[in-house]
């Protein structure tokens, strides 16, 4: 690829576009999967920008921080149609996803409990006239 060679009627130095422009970067389940290649420091920056987004309300996420990546790539042809997916090594997304799907699971319960008791708050100021809602 550095050399930009051709093989035939493939050219080599333009594989990397190729594999930029057919990675799969998509968002399926109003989730976003990502891999970010970063030095420590940066990942800790990025843990604690996440970390005070999670404890606002605003995101649920969980990490999987592996030292390399692992490609898969789904070929129609050469150098046409293919799809490459993209995943950290020794687990990635799956071990990301264990933890993950815990705490979306605590998030349920504790979102099931208050819409609970903000019905029962309801249901009590109705009785006794009072109708309006206090935080």
């Not at 690829?1 to 080599?12: A, D, G, H, I, R």
């Not at 389940?29 to 999670?54: G, K, P």
């Not at 789904?74 to 815990?102: C, N, T, W």
Request: charged letters at 25%.
């Amino acid at each position: 690829m550095e050399f930009k060679l051709k093989v035939s009627t493939f050219n080599w130095g333009n594989y990397k576009s190729i594999v930029t422009a057919t990675s799969d970067y998509k968002k399926f389940d109003d989730m976003l999967r990502m891999i970010i290649a970063c030095t420590a420091n940066q990942r800790e920056q990025l843990t604690h920008y996440l970390d005070s987004c999670f404890k606002q309300g605003q995101l649920v996420y969980r990490l999987h921080v592996a030292n390399s990546a692992l490609m898969t790539c789904l070929m129609f042809e050469r150098s046409g149609y293919q799809v490459h997916f993209i995943d950290g090594a020794k687990g990635g997304y799956a071990l990301a996803a264990k933890p993950l799907k815990e705490q979306l699971k605590r998030k349920a319960v504790n979102w099931k409990s208050f819409n609970n008791i903000y019905k029962i708050r309801q249901q009590t100021e109705a009785k006794n006239g009072d109708r309006s809602i206090h935080s």
